[in-house]
């Protein structure tokens, strides 16, 4: 069976009081890609699983474990996996995709076998996996960053120019209730979702990624009134619950991906803070 890390749901007003060893440990994910391994991280926040998948030998098989509560980890689960690394082939119950850098595989409700694959071992994929519980079964599909639904936002004079790429959404393909898509830059802009806004109705989970070694991302997060940072190396991952503002700003260039679950799928589904409000 799969090992999957468990976080709890933490409430607002007792993460007024975490210092930065308890706030890196309920909210930022420090190893996502393990290395010929499938690493997870299940979140009570709307019961969201990320994770990443690094084959380099052997394909690498999907198992369910016991915070899953099912025979296959995708009898009640739908599932994204992105692919931020090398060429790499994610087979479904048979039949091959092959995923190539930034392309994305979408897997309906009830698959039985997933399994990850590197095309070039010394050029491993890296499969961002994302998953969310399921009520119905829709069809597995790749899709390309091209076919993505893009929204252009920002301003270079505020240093936030970029391009939302809507992978995971109702416009592109159908889902239960899974959302994700990657954000990409314009030269200079290193701000992400600034200005910033909550959504109570659904969870986020962020993965920066494309950040040389040596540089960082501030991610802010908190209520309006009481914002906390974290401080985002390279391929880690944010835990973002509703109540939470979530936005960022880089020391170099960057991109990130976003995932939401919960009550709406529609993006613009958001409670949006005046700059004059935080704090």
């Known amino acids: 069976m799969t090992e999957i890390d468990v976080r709890q749901a933490s409430h607002p007003e007792a993460v007024r009081y975490f210092d930065t060893e308890e706030l890196r440990h309920h909210f930022l994910v420090e190893t996502v890609f393990v290395p010929g391994e499938i690493a ?49 082939r994610i087979t479904v119950d048979g039949q091959a995709y092959d995923i190539g850098p930034r392309d994305s595989l979408y897997v309906g409700m009830g698959a039985d076998d997933v399994r990850f694959e590197s095309l070039d071992a010394n050029a491993p994929a890296k499969f961002y996996l994302l998953s969310a519980p399921a009520h119905a079964t829709y069809p597995t599909r790749k899709i390309a960053l091209e076919e993505a639904r893009k929204v252009p936002l920002g301003a270079e004079t505020s240093a936030n120019k970029r391009v939302i790429h809507q992978i995971i959404h109702p416009d592109v393909l159908p889902t239960c209730q899974l959302v994700a898509g990657m954000t990409l830059f314009s030269p200079g802009s290193v701000w992400n979702t600034m200005p910033c806004h909550t959504h109570d109705r659904r969870s986020e989970v962020y993965l920066y990624f494309d950040l040389p070694e040596d540089q960082r991302v501030f991610h802010m997060m908190g209520e309006p009134t009481e914002t906390r940072h974290l401080v985002v190396a390279n391929e880690q991952a944010i835990l973002s619950p509703g109540w939470s ?22 993006f613009t589904d958001m409670d949006m803070v005046p700059m004059s409000e935080l704090r």
């Open 245 to 266: 503002i979530h936005a960022g700003v880089g020391t170099a260039s960057y991109g990130f991906i976003w995932a939401m679950a919960g009550d709406n799928q529609d």
């Open 40 to 88: 997870l991280t299940y979140s009570h926040v709307d019961r969201f699983v990320l994770g990443g998948a690094m084959p380099t030998g052997a394909a690498l098989k999907l198992e369910t474990s016991k915070p899953i509560g099912q025979k296959t980890f995708l009898a009640k689960r739908e599932l994204a996996a992105i692919n931020i690394g090398g060429g790499g």
